[in-house]
């Protein structure tokens, strides 16, 4: 979950890049995820695709700045060795409903501590600078129903708030479902009672 009208780079799609170490393979995929269940499916899904792979470490990040939850595993690596630095790129970046699968193939040559702190780390930082991102903007569900006249004037004013109409419901009034950036609900709320002289009141249906 995110603060109203809080916007956020993701993922624009899957992501995969490979770098070696001392032989060993490291895989790193990225891809959006929006709750926890869509990161562990996703976690089960690369495992699934590479079953023969020595560790699927990972850390996901659902939500973004002030509300979010985490996850990470060193998946059998030396404790703290993978997981951690892996989420450490991860916080420092400007994305959010995001997780990373880093899939290591051991190569023979043991890397140490150090070494697999580094080799993850990489892996991480070289997979994020080279993922296309969007802008991933919280919006709301507003419920507004007004007389007839105020029909039209509505419609015009709509634009202004980057909002669409998902659902009219014609009877004695007019019911509206319209789709907004949290952001402009406050305003779009004040315009809708001026226009209506009070008479009609914007209703968050999320």
């Keep these: 979950m995110t603060e109203a009208g809080e916007s956020f780079r993701v993922p624009r799609g899957q992501h995969r890049i490979q770098t070696e170490v001392a032989r060993s393979r490291f895989i790193a995929t990225v891809n959006r995820v929006e709750t926890v269940e869509d990161a562990r499916a996703f976690l089960a899904s690369v495992r699934t695709e590479m079953p023969d792979a020595s560790h699927h470490v990972y850390a996901f990040r659902v939500g973004f700045g002030s509300s979010t939850t985490e996850g990470m595993s060193d998946d059998g690596e030396p404790s703290g060795t993978a997981g951690p630095p892996v989420l450490a790129v991860l916080r420092g970046t400007d994305i959010g409903d995001v997780i990373i699968v880093?899939?290591?193939?051991?190569?023979?040559?043991?890397?140490?501590?150090?070494?697999?702190?580094?080799?993850y780390s990489e892996a991480a930082h070289i997979a994020f600078n080279s993922l296309e991102t969007e802008l991933k903007i919280d919006k709301r569900l507003v419920g507004v129903e007004i007389e007839y006249r105020f029909l039209t004037p509505l419609k015009r004013l709509i634009p202004e708030y980057d909002a669409e109409i998902e659902d009219e419901t014609f009877a004695e009034r007019i019911t509206l479902l319209i789709r907004m950036p949290a952001q402009h609900v406050p305003a779009f709320s004040t315009a809708l009672l001026d226009l209506t002289a009070g008479q009609s009141e914007a209703v968050e249906m999320d």
Excluded: N, P
């Excluded at 880093?102 to 080799?119: D, E, P």
């Design 102 to 119: 880093v899939t290591r193939y051991f190569g023979g040559t043991k890397l140490g501590t150090g070494g697999l702190v580094r080799a």
